[in-house]
C-alpha cells in the first residue's frame, strides 16, 4: 500500500510531467498562462470548499445551541435538502435537458452561500486583522480563523445569559458596527456590538474570566468590558493561542489600560527598570561614580520639596570623575536662586558630600551644583626633573585638583608675576613656593632663561640655605633692616631702568626687548617670605630716609607697594609668602597680586578674601587636612583642564612634597645678584624728593 508521502510525492511528479508535456504540446506561454488559470480555479475550488465547511460547522454549532436552550422549534433542513436533491437527480435522468437547470441552481446555490460567508462576522473580524496573523493558509483563513472566531463568540453568548432575554443567537451575533484598532505597542483589536442588553462587567484584575476567558479588553476610561453594548476582544491572541502573559506582556508595553493595578504597577516598575538601566549606561559610558544614581533618585523623590530638581541627563548638564560630580539644576517654581542656596546644606546632608552652588549668568533658571565625593590625592612627590621638563613648555605642575593634575601656564618672556601665597605653618607653603620658584627661573625665551637675578627677603633665611638657593647666587636677607635695603637696591635699580626705556623711546620692558634683542634685559624676581612676620619684627625700628625718621614696617610697605605697582612693567617680578594673608596683615600690597595661592588658616582670615564665607567654611570641616591643602585664584594663569571653582573663584589642589636634599642637588642655575649687590653694600640713600615721592604711594 502507498504511503502518504509516496503519494505527495508521486503526484508532484506527474504534475511536472504533465506541465512539461503541455510546454511541448501548446508552447511556453500558453502553457503559463493554462497553469495560471489552474491556479486561480483550483483556488476558487479551494476557497468554495472552506467556506462551506465553515458554514456548515457554523449551522451545526448554531443549531446545538438552539437546541439546548430549546427557545426555537428544531426543524430537519438537512432531510428537506437531500430530498429535494434526489427528486432533481432523478428528473434529471429522465429529462436530460434540465442538466442546465442543475448547474444554475448548484452556481446559484454556491453563490449565495459566498454572500452568507462575507457577511459572516466571524468572517469580518478575521479579516480585520488577518495581516497581523500567523500561518494564513486557505484553510486557516476561510474555516479554521472564522470557526474559532464564532465559538468565542457562542461562548461568549452563553456566558452572558443573554438566553435569558429571549434573544436569539443569530441576533446576538449580528455586526451592526466592526472595526478595528491599533494601539501603539500592543496591536490590533477588534470592535464589535452586541444586540440587546448587555450586562454591566468591571475590570477588577489582571485574573478576570473575561480577560482570561475570552481576551476582552476594558475601555480605558470606565474600565467596563461591555459598554453600552460594545465589547473589545484581542481577537489575535485568541486565532494565535496567545498565553494570558505575553498578553499581560503587550498591555504593560502599551500601558494602555491602566484600570489593572497590576499593569500600573508593572508599568511603573517596567520604567524605572527602564529608566535605571539607561542610567547605568549613561554613567558607565561617561566613566561616571556611581554616586550619580544616588543624586538622581534623591531628587526624583524630593525635587518638589526643596525647589530644584536636575536639568537633564545629557552630556552637557552632568559631568564629573571619582573626585566630584557636577549637575545642572533648574529651579521649581518659585523658588529663588537665595533659596536653593540654603537648601543645599540639606541636600549636602542627606546625601553625605559636600555641596558647592554656582549661579549661571546666562540663565538665571538654572544653576551648577557640584558634589564632593572624595578628598583630593596627593600626588607622588615633586622632583626638579620634572620641574624643568614643565617649564620647557612655560608650565607649572602645582598638584592634583578634583579635574586632574592641576598644570597651571606661567607668565613667559616679558610678562610678570605678581603671587601671593599664604597658609599657616606646616601648611606646605615653603615646599609650594620651592616649586614655584624653581619652575619660574627655568622659563626660557629664545634660549635665554627669563630671569637672570633673584632676591630673597625672609626671616628664615635657613630655609632657603638649605635648598641651596642663596649659595646659586641668589641675594637672601633675613634683617628688617637689611631686607629694607635689598629693596632699595631693587628700587634704585628699576627707576635706573625706567630712565633707560624713556632715553630709549620705550615705555616698558616688553618694548625695550623687541627693539634691542641684542641688549635683552633679563627679569627679576622678588621672593619676600613670612611678609607678615618680618612686618610685625620692623614695627618697633625705624630708618632715617633724607633726615627723618621713619617706621621700618612703613618704609618696606611703601617700597613693596612701588615695586609691585611700578617696577613691574621694567622686569620686576614679586612673590609674597606669608602665615597671614588676611587683608589687614598685608595692608595695601594686598590687592596687587594677580594670582592668589592661599592654604589653611583662621575662618576670620579667610572671610576678609571671601566675604560670603564660602570658603571659611568649606576650609573649618578640613582642618586635619590642612598639609598640601591650597586654594588657587589665578584667572590670568590658565590652566589646560576646565576646572572646578567655588564662587569666589579658587579651586581647590593637593600638593607635592619636594625632597629638600634633591632641589640642593638638582637646582643647577647660577646667578650673579648676590656679587653685583656685594659690589654695593650700601646703596645709595633715597633723597627727600624721592622720599616725598614714596610715601605718597
Known amino acids: 500500500m502507498m504511503k502518504q508521502s509516496e503519494f505527495g510525492e508521486f503526484i508532484h511528479f506527474l504534475l511536472l510531467r504533465l506541465k512539461e508535456w503541455l510546454t511541448a504540446k501548446i508552447g511556453d506561454d500558453r502553457a503559463k498562462e493554462l497553469n495560471h488559470q489552474f491556479k486561480t480555479l483550483g483556488h476558487l475550488l479551494a476557497r468554495t470548499y472552506f467556506e462551506n465547511i465553515y458554514l456548515n460547522a457554523k449551522n451545526r454549532l448554531i443549531q446545538k445551541v438552539k437546541q439546548q436552550y430549546r427557545w426555537e422549534i428544531i426543524t430537519h433542513s438537512r432531510l428537506k435538502v437531500t430530498l429535494l436533491v434526489v427528486a432533481l437527480l432523478l428528473l434529471t435522468w429522465l429529462m436530460r435537458w434540465l442538466v442546465v437547470l442543475d448547474i444554475g441552481l448548484l452556481l446559484g446555490f454556491l453563490a449565495f452561500r459566498h454572500y452568507q460567508y462575507e457577511h459572516d462576522i466571524s468572517h469580518e473580524m478575521v479579516e480585520l486583522i488577518m495581516d497581523d496573523l500567523p500561518q494564513t493558509s486557505l484553510s486557516r483563513r476561510n474555516y479554521n480563523y472564522p470557526l474559532k472566531a464564532l465559538k468565542e463568540l457562542v461562548g461568549l453568548y452563553k456566558d452572558l445569559y443573554i438566553d435569558r432575554q429571549r434573544i436569539s443567537i443569530d441576533d446576538f451575533i449580528f455586526a451592526d458596527t466592526l472595526e478595528s484598532q491599533q494601539i501603539p505597542n500592543y496591536g490590533k483589536i477588534v470592535q464589535i456590538q452586541l444586540s440587546g442588553h448587555s450586562p454591566v462587567l468591571s ?70 527598570t527602564k529608566e535605571l538601566n539607561e542610567r547605568q549606561e549613561y554613567i558607565i559610558e561617561r566613566g561616571l561614580p556611581t554616586k550619580l544614581n544616588n543624586i538622581w533618585h534623591y531628587f526624583d523623590i524630593h525635587s518638589t520639596e526643596i525647589g530644584f530638581t536636575y536639568w537633564d541627563n545629557n552630556g552637557k548638564s552632568v559631568d564629573g570623575n571619582d573626585n566630584y560630580l557636577r549637575l545642572r539644576m ?57 620641574i624643568k621638563e614643565d617649564a620647557k613648555t612655560g608650565k607649572v605642575r602645582l598638584g592634583n585638583s578634583r579635574t586632574g593634575s592641576y598644570l597651571m601656564n606661567l607668565p613667559r618672556g616679558d610678562s610678570l608675576t605678581s603671587l601671593l601665597l599664604g597658609g599657616l605653618s606646616r601648611s606646605g607653603k615653603s615646599t609650594l613656593a620651592t616649586q614655584v620658584i624653581t619652575a619660574l627661573l627655568y622659563l626660557k625665551t629664545g634660549g635665554t632663561y627669563d630671569y637672570s637675578d633673584v632676591y630673597v627677603a625672609t626671616v628664615k633665611p635657613e630655609d632657603y640655605q638649605s635648598n641651596g638657593f642663596e649659595a646659586s647666587g641668589m641675594v637672601v636677607k633675613g634683617n628688617p633692616s637689611d631686607i629694607y635695603d635689598m629693596l632699595s637696591y631693587v628700587d634704585e635699580k628699576a627707576t635706573a631702568r625706567r630712565d633707560l626705556f624713556t632715553k630709549n623711546g620705550c615705555k616698558n620692558i616688553s618694548e625695550y626687548n623687541s627693539k634691542f634683542p641684542t641688549k635683552r634685559l633679563g627679569k627679576w624676581l622678588v621672593v619676600f617670605d613670612e611678609y607678615a612676620n618680618t612686618m610685625a619684627a620692623a614695627e618697633s625700628e625705624k630708618v632715617e630716609i633724607a633726615g627723618k625718621k621713619v617706621k621700618l614696617s612703613i618704609a618696606i610697605e611703601n617700597l613693596v607697594v612701588k615695586i609691585t605697582q611700578e617696577h613691574a612693567s621694567r622686569g620686576v617680578s614679586f612673590i609674597c609668602i606669608t602665615q597671614q594673608f588676611a587683608k589687614n596683615a598685608i595692608g595695601r600690597v594686598f590687592d596687587n597680586f594677580n594670582a592668589q595661592v592661599l592654604g589653611y588658616a583662621r575662618s ?76 654695593n653694600d650700601s646703596p645709595t640713600s633715597i633723597d627727600a624728593p624721592a622720599l616725598e615721592a614714596l610715601f605718597k604711594i
Open 203 to 272: 475590570a477588577r484584575n489582571m485574573k478576570d474570566y473575561w480577560l482570561i476567558k475570552y481576551r476582552l479588553l476594558p475601555e480605558p476610561k470606565l474600565g467596563l468590558y461591555i459598554n453600552k453594548g460594545y465589547v473589545n476582544i484581542d481577537l489575535i491572541s485568541v486565532l494565535a493561542d496567545e498565553s494570558p502573559e505575553k498578553l499581560a506582556s503587550r498591555m504593560v508595553s502599551s500601558g494602555f489600560f491602566n484600570q489593572y493595578i497590576e499593569v500600573r504597577n508593572m508599568v511603573a516598575k517596567d520604567a524605572q
Open 330 to 386: 533648574r529651579l521649581v517654581g518659585d523658588t529663588t536662586f537665595d533659596d536653593a542656596k540654603k537648601k543645599s546644606g540639606l541636600v549636602a546632608k542627606e546625601l553625605r558630600c559636600n555641596v558647592m552652588v554656582k549661579g549661571i549668568a546666562s540663565d538665571p533658571g538654572s544653576f551648577w551644583m557640584t558634589f564632593l565625593l572624595k578628598n583630593i590625592e596627593a600626588p607622588k612627590t615633586a622632583t626638579i626633573a620634572q
Open 604 to 679: 576670620n582670615v579667610w572671610n576678609s578674601v571671601d566675604s560670603t564665607q564660602e570658603m571659611s567654611k568649606y576650609i573649618d570641616a578640613r582642618d586635619d587636612e590642612r598639609r598640601g591643602m591650597f586654594f588657587i585664584n589665578a584667572p590670568d594663569y590658565p590652566v589646560d583642564i576646565p576646572q572646578v571653582t567655588f564662587n569666589s573663584g579658587f579651586t581647590e589642589v593637593k600638593t607635592a612634597n619636594i625632597i629638600t636634599d634633591e632641589v640642593r642637588a638638582d637646582f643647577d642655575r647660577k646667578f650673579d645678584t648676590a656679587k653685583k649687590y656685594g659690589g
